[in-house]
Antibody
Framework: QVQLVESGGGVVQPGRSLRLSCAAS????????MQWVRQAPGKGLEWVAV????????YHADSVKGRFTISRDNSKNTLYLQMNSLRVEDTAVYYC???????????WGQGTLVTVSS | EIVMTQSPATLSVSPGERATLSCRAS??????LAWYQQKPGQAPRLLIY???TRATGIPARFSGSGSGTEFTLTISSLQSEDFAVYYC??????????FGGGTKVEIK
């Protein structure tokens, strides 16, 4: 069965960096686009980034552009989100999800909480 | 950017009653619209894609309709496990992919 397991969240000070990982199993990772979606406490869902199956195409939300970078390692079946220059408003649960931008997201991880606070 | 607007923000419904949730897009999506259900502390769960196709394992009481800019999610007879927040999402014109603000379905 499809499994997506995020890790790497935690408490970090504003301006610092954090890298999230999403370990995928149960499907052909290298043949699928992947996404990151986040949810601030008590708020709705916000799309963060998408990457194509081979990593050749990447898109980021304007709110994170220039600070966050989505990437993948198909040899390790792992998706990443490098988050630099973190801000208080980046505090959220970050979910990875299976699927490129042209489709609905059928599989989601359980999420990892990132708290940006001094 | 396509803006997704959901209404109402909160819907109070009694168990066994019908619930109708709306989602409006700022421009046409064709049928590239998904609905998700989210319960507290859980990841979103895909209910509907292609505006009207139920995802795997989704009960028949959930149905989606609409195309273009107006979409509806109907829950024909609310069960206790259906009280949750529901989001619509467009995947027609991206980036960015965009979600609606959500509709909370609560017990009346």
């Amino acid at each position: 069965q499809v499994q997506l397991v995020e890790s790497g969240g935690g408490v970090v000070q504003p301006g610092r960096s954090l890298r999230l990982s999403c370990a995928a199993s149960g499907f052909s990772f290298s043949n699928n686009g992947m996404q990151w979606v986040r949810q601030a406490p008590g708020k709705g869902l916000e799309w963060v980034a998408v990457i194509s199956y081979d990593g050749s195409n990447k898109y980021h939300a304007d709110s994170v552009k220039g600070r966050f970078t989505i990437s993948r390692d198909n040899s390790k079946n792992t998706l990443y989100l490098q988050m630099n220059s973190l801000r208080v408003e980046d505090t959220a649960v970050y979910y990875c999800a299976k699927g490129g931008g042209e489709m609905a997201l059928e599989y989601w991880g359980q999420g990892t909480l990132v708290t940006v606070s001094s | 950017e396509i803006v997704m607007t959901q209404s109402p923000a909160t819907l109070s419904v009694s168990p066994g009653e019908r619930a109708t949730l709306s989602c409006r897009a700022s421009r046409s999506l064709s049928s590239d619209l998904a609905w998700y259900q989210q319960k507290p502390g859980q990841a979103p769960r895909l209910l509907i894609y292609g505006a009207s196709t139920r995802a795997t394992g989704i009960p028949a009481r959930f149905s989606g309709s609409g195309s273009g800019t107006e979409f509806t999610l109907t829950i024909s007879s609310l069960q206790s496990e259906d009280f949750a927040v529901y989001y619509c999402q467009q995947y027609n014109d991206w980036p960015p992919l965009t979600f609606g603000g959500g509709t909370k379905v609560e017990i009346k």
